[in-house]
């Protein structure tokens, strides 16, 4: 891309960012993006294949931000309550520092248009958090590799971990 199509693609992700934090994936509307970008609206579509794609890519870039916010120089082998503490911690500073992306990650995670690469990315960041239940089980998924999805049966993640997020870092 040029630099002046690599702004226009920043500028259409920004607007899908405002929209979609606002109102999940129903506000996402290509025309309101196009709008608040300030360009056309096929624009949009040279750099997404539609509204999906969009969601898509705006979800893995701040997931994955989530992810190395919260696990980059992270030691799983160290005592669990750093461990724990550690990952809280860097946890409440993502979310003070962007609360629309939280709230964007937060709202899209459980959605069924989410395609392979955003549950991939979302999977990783999950089975990588086993870290908060104790070394032995944090040591085991990461030296197999397994990718352990952090939930309890039956409950929307997302809404106990909002609802945690901001009792304790806003």
Request: with cysteine; aromatic share 8%; hydrophobic share 45%.
């Amino acid at each position: 891309l040029t630099v002046s199509q690599a702004a226009r693609r920043e500028r259409v992700i920004a607007a899908a960012m405002e929209l979609g934090a606002e109102g999940g994936y129903d506000a996402v509307q290509m025309r309101d993006v196009a709008t608040t970008a300030g360009v056309a609206l096929g624009t949009i579509y040279r750099y997404f294949p539609g509204k999906e794609g969009l969601v898509n890519a705006l979800y893995q870039r701040w997931k994955s931000a989530l992810a190395t916010a919260v696990l980059h120089g992270l030691d799983p082998a160290g005592p669990p309550a750093e461990v724990f503490d550690g990952i809280w911690r860097r946890l409440c500073a993502f979310v003070q520092q962007h609360p629309a992306a939280f709230a964007f990650i937060e709202t899209h995670h459980h959605q069924t248009y989410l395609d392979d690469e955003s549950r991939r990315i979302s999977d990783a960041l999950d089975g990588a958090m086993v870290l908060a239940r104790g070394p032995k089980a944090a040591g085991a998924a990461l030296t197999a590799g397994i990718e352990v999805t952090w939930r309890a049966p039956g409950a929307r993640t997302s809404e106990f971990l909002h609802k945690v997020v901001n009792r304790l870092c806003l």
